[in-house]
Each structure stands twice: as structure tokens, then as C-alpha cells.
């Protein structure tokens, strides 16, 4: 499963490269504007810069919402570096700008996707990624992690090569139950992937080891 971070802040980028475990990188609007991030020429060196920390795949979202503008958009993003990912969401348009960008070679990733029937309509255009958002379906009582097993199924039967990246993660045991169900991605914040790290037997035992040699090695 890889892993990627949900994130347009490049320190919180660099923190998780740093341990060695980064796949790659998914924006969204709402990412960048956290950022401060406006204006066409300085969103377009964010990415750059978020390219240059990666090696793996980095999601870049279009704006518009009708297909001649995503085009345009996925085209411009995608001139930028190889690793960009056009960010699309699930609307007719942007199954139309899947299908085209798909032809012309270019990686897509469908975003805000929350059922099967979605996703199905995704694969079959030929997107690299589709990306439910778990947490905001668990948000609504429907089952996050169901639809994640649900997709993964339903892409083995028919072979479908895009990938299940599963988006919006709120705590370190989505990640687990996502691995269990075979997402292919997950993407999330630092803190949720730091989360993983945690267990209190760990600490305790380290604690100790630490002690017992400190003991025995006195100077
Ligand atoms: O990038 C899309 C997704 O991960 C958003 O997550 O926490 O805003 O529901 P969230």
C-alpha cells in the first residue's frame, strides 16, 4: 500500500520524505488555500516546488467545472512535471476530461467519489486514481471502509488498473483497516501517519533497555 500525504504545506511534506516512507502527494483547493496559496503563476510554483521534494505522483486539482476549462487546466498542470496527477472530481464534465486526458497519456485521480457507481463510471474512463473520502462518508453514518473493501473487489473482478486511493483519513486505524481491505493508496495528514508509531509498550520497553545499559555502563 503507499503511502501519501494530504497535505499543500511543504514542511509537513519534507517531515514525512524524511522518513523514507513518502509515495507521494494529493492537494485540493481547500489544501492550498490553507496555504495562502491564490494566483495562477504562484499556485504553479507550489506545485513545482511540492515536485521537487517528492519522487512519486503528486495530485494537482483543476478548478473549472465544465470540460474545455478542465482540459485546459489539465494540460497547463501537467506541463509542469511528470510526477502531476490532474485532479478532477466526479462530475459528467470531469468523466469527459478523464477520458481525453487518459488518451493523451496524462494521470488522473477522480476526486470526491462516495459510492461504487462513481467509481465504476471513473474506472471505466481510465482515471489512474479514484479517491473516495472515507472520513466524510463515516461523518454521514455510512460505512467508509465498506466502500473502500467494496471498490477493491469490484476493480479485481474486472481488472480495472485504476488505483483505490483512499482520501479524507481522520485517525492511524483507517490506515490499518484500509491496508486489511487492499486500498491500493492511502493519503493523509503527517500527524495520522505519526500516529502509527504510537504504542505504549514500545515506549515502556525502550525505556527500560535504555535503563539496563545505562546501569551496567557507568563511567
Ligand atoms: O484531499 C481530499 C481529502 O483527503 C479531504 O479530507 O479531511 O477534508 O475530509 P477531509
Avoid: W
Avoid at 500525504?5 to 507521494?24: F, P
Avoid at 483543476?62 to 502531476?84: H, N, R, W
Wanted: hydrophobic share 45%; aromatic share 6%.
Amino acid at each position: 500500500m503507499k503511502f501519501f500525504v494530504d497535505t499543500a504545506n511543504l514542511e509537513e511534506i519534507k517531515d514525512v520524505q524524511a522518513l523514507g516512507i513518502l509515495d507521494g502527494v494529493t492537494t485540493n483547493p481547500s489544501l492550498m488555500a490553507k496555504e495562502g496559496i491564490a494566483g495562477d503563476e504562484n499556485v504553479l510554483k507550489h506545485y513545482k516546488d511540492i515536485c521537487d521534494i517528492v519522487s512519486g505522483d503528486v495530485s494537482a486539482e483543476v478548478i473549472s467545472t465544465e470540460f474545455d476549462g478542465m482540459i485546459e487546466e489539465g494540460l497547463k498542470l501537467a506541463s509542469l512535471d511528470p510526477k502531476i496527477v490532474v485532479k478532477i472530481p466526479m462530475i459528467s464534465e470531469g468523466i469527459k476530461a478523464i477520458k481525453h486526458l487518459t488518451s493523451l497519456g496524462i494521470k488522473t485521480n477522480c476526486t470526491l467519489v462516495f459510492s461504487a457507481g462513481q467509481a465504476i463510471l471513473a474506472a471505466k474512463a481510465g482515471a489512474t486514481y479514484i479517491s473516495p473520502f472515507i472520513g466524510r462518508l463515516d461523518d454521514t453514518n455510512v460505512d467508509g471502509i465498506g466502500l473502500i473493501h467494496q471498490l477493491t473487489s469490484i476493480f479485481q473482478i474486472y481488472g480495472f488498473q485504476t488505483q483505490v486511493l483512499a482520501a479524507s483519513i481522520r485517525n492511524s486505524l483507517h490506515i490499518v483497516r484500509c491496508a486489511e481491505v487492499g486500498a491500493d493508496v492511502v493519503t493523509c495528514p503527517a500527524k495520522t501517519i505519526h500516529g502509527l508509531f504510537n504504542h505504549p509498550l514500545t515506549d515502556i520497553g525502550l525505556e527500560k533497555f535504555l535503563a539496563d545499559h545505562a546501569k551496567m555502563n557507568k563511567s
